[in-house]
């Protein structure tokens, strides 16, 4: 039987994840520093990528401060369906947390139309209004970084974590460059990679953090 | 304002993809088939990463069957709802089809943990039983590919598309491998790279495909 030919490894799904992480680690270019490994860790098992060893840039302590607000109860907001799909609803959940993505109400694209912006720009706005502490996860959208920025300097938001991972060629290393300056707690991936998938995989690797 | 200083471009939101394509075509490491770029293009633009102008793997014909189905009113099943979150549902709707993720149902958590097997494989079976074209987008578990497998060779099963391109350490490249030896059309992403945005961009290439 040709599955035979191709040696699959005998391992229950339990282990998966444990024996690729061990994988990750012995793989990885360089050492990492030991509170973020959990995260690059995570988004390499989420993209087989192992230039997030070093694109990922990381504010001061800022794993300190995302633990205490998520682990406090917090609003997520991301900018795509797929990192809201992306995140693990049931660990969230239980420390009284909920996410939400405004994209693709109706309202939001009616202005974004009308105004000219994009609808993650709109989307922005819509979650400033939320009075909660708020995490922002971005895997798609620079305008959504940009409006971010805006806001911050204009005092109508005050974000606890910013994850700006969007991906693309069009604005995306600039606007990232950029929410690095606005003085708030943040995870980016420097450059033009990143993704829904990878805002998703840094949310929850702050979920499943050790230490609980 | 510090936004000055990085120099965004002026692009209007329905400008940026072309834009972006643009510049993917400008920087391809080698000239790519006319009749694959679309897809190719889109899956680099969803990970800026140009490793897959040589990774993706394409059968005979593909994009024709693939498109013939698609067109023609089909059923796609995913592995990750994430992957589900990010195809176009309104275009797949106008082509009479729909998308289905089985993984967070709870009587395929119960019967994979019974078993011993992982969920994917258990939505795979239960994929089976769908009595209408039928093509697999999977982004996440190469089990979902090696159960496909034995599905198609019992003849249980005959997809119209496997979109294999799950990402990851353990038995992922030789999974992909085995799919391509299993007689049917396929997309895959040789190697370990891929993941549930890029099978949805596969997906929604092919939706957005030049021609309809």
Excluded at 20 to 28: F, N, Q, T, Y
Aim: hydrophobic share 45%; aromatic share 6%; net charge neutral.
């Amino acid at each position: 039987m040709n599955q035979q030919k191709y040696n699959f490894r005998a391992v229950k799904p339990a282990e998966i994840e444990a024996l690729s992480m061990a994988m990750i680690e012995k793989e990885l270019p360089h050492p990492i520093d030991e509170t973020l490994a959990p995260i690059i860790k995570r988004v390499i098992h989420t993209t087989a990528d192992f230039d997030y060893a070093d694109n990922l840039v990381f504010s001061e302590n800022v794993v300190e401060h995302a633990l205490k607000t998520l682990r406090g109860g917090c609003h997520i907001v991301t900018d795509t369906n797929m990192a809201k799909a992306g995140i693990n609803k049931t660990t969230l959940l239980k420390y009284g947390g909920q996410v939400s993505c405004f994209m693709a109400e109706e309202d939001v694209a009616a202005e974004a139309k009308a105004r000219g912006v994009t609808r993650a720009s709109v989307s922005m706005e819509k979650a400033a209004k939320i009075r909660e502490p708020l995490i922002f996860a971005i895997g798609n959208a620079p305008t959504a970084l940009i409006r971010l920025y805006e806001l911050i300097q204009e005092q109508q938001i005050q974000p606890k974590l910013i994850i700006g991972v969007p991906v693309g060629f069009v604005n995306v290393v600039e606007a990232k460059e950029l929410i690095m300056t606005a003085g708030v707690p943040f995870i980016v991936a420097r450059g033009r990679k990143g993704g829904s998938n990878v805002a998703a995989a840094i949310v929850n690797a702050l979920l499943y953090y050790p230490g609980d």
